[in-house]
């Protein structure tokens, strides 16, 4: 048995891209032989230290991604639906405050990452999906709930996303994220013999496999029907 | 048997990643059930139209774009290679000339897209494989003989490019496009019960198997080896 080839999934709620990346990713955790590694990050920052502009600035660039996203969360089979706003959801309100309540989640969980995929899936669900908000504490602890996370564990977290240790902790993952060469989200960064190799978007994966030698069989690995 | 699907594919040899979507869908012109209609378009016009600035002004999506142009083209089996200088090739000397060109082929050609596919691949083999020039009257020339065409051909083409006839159908081109909602290339529109149903890009053919009801195999169907 060859070891498991060790992959980090840099991502931020605010991201459609990145929760279609995520749900692909988690999937084939146990169909390829990958070990994954969550790195929540936040994507105000990667804009900003890559000087990028959000792609739907450009009016028949927005037309698209809202169409695209449409046919991919069907493709996908992940329930993606744009917010009312969502210039205002993703850059007026955006994810600072939800990245660093995830980023306290993962530093206070222990053996794996299951409450750190479990938290961040409720909260693409509620920006993503319900048009609600991720920005008060009231919503964090809420998707938190749904997560299974137990009251006094979500007054913990809370508390904790408010340190300096987990800001500058998240500030520290968006750098490294930087340092791979992000621009955007989500980006995955498989490591092959010790080389990083880099992919963004949704949209690499039949290559990924191709890279690292798995098989692509499509974002819904076991369910042939959906691939037609 | 079902009447073919008619998709149209709008491109610029200027776009590394148009000749990678030119390529597969050439590919698959016989392995689905499809029309395949090139369309010379240009993506200097496109980009003015729409607003768009080229992806490769952020440093990191430049560096990301040339390793993945890397990947993507042993991937897809198309001998890309970035010029030496992308920006002056892309944007400074551009492709006016080139799409007149390859649209005073298409003009003249008859019975099928045979000329203006064999033209516009040896354009991009100029560009992005061998690193020439395809702004003169003498480069256009020989990737026209390259391609095939006899010396009076040739001669009659790049009279015939400079055409207002062949300015306005670049132009009509280019419109359809902006009207179809592009920002970039490629663009392929398959069109569904008279239903237009675009994609942007080089990495949407699995899904866009999946809406026309087709297969994907791959960006090199027939040849299994290459998928690993």
């Known amino acids: 048995?060859?070891?498991?080839?060790?992959?980090?999934?840099?991502?931020?709620?605010?991201?459609?891209?990145?929760?279609?990346?995520?749900?692909?990713?988690?999937?084939?955790?146990?169909?390829?032989?990958?070990?994954?590694?969550?790195?929540?990050?936040?994507?105000?920052?990667?804009?900003?230290?890559?000087?990028?502009k959000p792609p739907g600035l450009v009016p028949n660039k927005f037309l698209y991604m809202t169409k695209d996203l449409k046919r991919l969360s069907e493709y996908f089979d992940v329930p993606l639906q744009s917010p009312t706003d969502p210039f205002e959801a993703m850059f007026q309100k955006g994810s600072l405050n939800a990245m660093r309540f995830v980023t306290a989640v993962q530093e206070r969980q222990t053996g794996g990452d299951e409450q750190v995929e479990r938290v961040s899936r409720e909260l693409w669900r509620r920006i993503w999906s319900e048009d609600k908000d991720i920005t008060e504490p009231a919503s964090l602890s809420e998707a938190a709930m749904k997560a299974g996370l137990s009251d006094s564990e979500i007054k913990e977290v809370l508390k904790l996303s408010t340190s300096k240790e987990i800001k500058d902790k998240l500030k520290s993952a968006t750098q490294k994220a930087l340092d791979y060469g992000a621009f955007g989200?989500?980006?995955?960064?498989?490591?092959?013999?010790?080389?990083?190799?880099?992919?963004f978007g949704s949209d690499r994966f039949e290559l990924m496999a191709h890279c690292i030698g798995e098989k692509w069989l499509g974002p819904q690995p076991g369910k042939p029907a959906a691939r037609l």
């Open 1 to 52: 048995m060859t070891s498991k080839k060790v992959i980090e999934l840099f991502y931020d709620v605010v991201s459609p891209y990145s929760w279609l990346g995520f749900e692909v990713m988690c999937r084939y955790r146990s169909v390829w032989n990958i070990e994954l590694k969550l790195r929540p990050t936040f994507l105000g920052g990667i804009m900003h230290g890559a000087g990028n």
């Open 185 to 199: 989200f989500p980006l995955v960064v498989c490591h092959l013999d010790g080389k990083p190799e880099v992919f």
